[in-house]
């Protein structure tokens, strides 16, 4: 364990981050050396069984039956089965409706500027580089994070005996999993690094699904409300408890999303190389995924994704990740203009957010059934990361 006292390298910026944020910028450094206790105990418990075992063992501990669990995973199934006196259910079935709706443009916000953002994280990006999982299995890695989201938005997700709550609770030991591996590894730069997946990047993971998609979608032409928004965020700061956040780092208010996401970034380097790598394996699915059939559709799209990131990320990340400046960065902007009148005018027909929610609900039924390719999303816990 690293001293606090000597932050790890990847806190930069510290005199900028004291003059606007104060005091605040020294108190991230202890996030960026703790992992989750009670998580990596039960992953713990759990390496040595096979992956049917560890199945059945999850479902006992999810279904609250404690006879012949090891005493790591009676300690989360405690945690996870309490739900927090400040969780609303209906301002989490509402929050989840509000990204369903969003459909293809809460789609593009999550690959184009959700994930992206993800790996611009010089420090954070480093267990997704070691797995080697989006550079060689782009697509399932994808799918698989979307799948996530779906899970935890769709109605009763979270709730006992919800698909989201599992599923959240499988991230969770699978991350736990890679952490445990990854501080046995020589080839893991904790000085430089801090923890692999420590508190900070997992609560900057659930504002990439909440502050990050809000201010995206605003910025595609189709903003949420201002209550459908606060809902998302409510929705995302419980499925950080769940994946083991702090709950000092989960953000009540939209207002202390917005402060915590700019003390994060502005205390991050810039991209790396890593970032440069994920970045580019993830906007070129269209290509390495394509039949040759399918070839020259692909070449078409690929620039159009990379026009709609560089426009949702802004010029210099994109210049840093080595964006091409597709033409396609002019036309968003039209296009964002378009949206937002059209949206205005929809949100004013009766039954338009049942039409919305219906149509989004489509959207992702559709894209993860063929990106999954019939099979289903599991979240097990790696028996090993191949680059550690």
Known sequence: MISTATPPGRLVNLAQARAQFGDRADRLAPFLVEGDAVGDAAAGSLAHHAHAERDRLLTGMLAGREDGLPEPLRTLGAQVRHVPLWVDFDRVERGGRAMLRTGVFGGFVLAFRSLVLGYCA???NKPLAFSGRLKEHANRRVAETGRFVQAVCLPGGLRAGGAGLSTAVRVRLMHAQVRRTLRKSARWNAAAWGTPICQLDMAATTLLFSQVVIEGVAKLGVPLTPREAEDLLHLWRYVGYLLGVQEELLCATVAEADALASLIWCTQGPPDEDSRALARALMEIPLTEAKP?????????VPVAYGISRFLIGDALADGL???????????PAVTALLSGAQGLLRRVPGSERLFLEAGLGYWRRVLALKLDGEEATFQMPDRVPFA
């Not at 059939?293 to 799209?301: L, Q, V, Y």
């Not at 597709?326 to 036309?331: M, V």
């Open 122 to 124: 010089p420090a954070g």
């Open 293 to 301: 059939k399918d070839r020259a559709r692909a070449e078409r799209f």
């Open 322 to 332: 080595g964006f091409p400046r597709s033409p396609w960065r002019h036309a968003a």
